[in-house]
Nanobody, 121 residues
């Protein structure tokens, strides 16, 4: 089992920045790829960014490229999503997830409880 706890969400004005952190515990976190997902009201959950277990591979959805950065520190068992130049359409609940497969098509095995990000105009 891997337990994940997100933090860092909140309310920010458009153009601002937020830094989301995901703290992992349980099994060896460096054995797992990780990702950030989001779900806005009335919309399906979507992949925001993903990172391989070593950190040498990353993925970003087109709408966040150049604005968001995913990183990890396996020594601290954390994954971070730095979000800059936030837009109102980034408003959603953001979830951290982990799985042994990088960019797994089916749902990741382990999920956090989510953290709300609200971007005001």
């Amino acid at each position: 089992q891997v337990q994940l706890v997100e933090s860092g969400g909140g309310l920010v004005q458009a153009g601002g920045s937020l830094r989301l952190s995901c703290a992992a515990s349980g099994r060896t976190f460096s054995d797992y790829a990780a990702g950030w997902f989001r779900q806005a009201p009335g919309k399906e959950r979507e992949t925001v960014a993903a990172i391989s277990w070593s950190g040498n591979r990353t993925y970003y959805r087109d709408s966040v490229k150049g604005r968001f950065t995913i990183s990890r520190d396996n020594a601290k068992n954390t994954v971070v999503l730095q979000m800059n130049s936030l837009k109102t359409e980034d408003t959603a609940i953001y979830y951290c997830a982990a799985d042994r497969t990088f960019l797994k098509a089916s749902p990741y095995d382990y999920w956090g409880q989510g953290t709300q990000v609200t971007v005001s105009s």
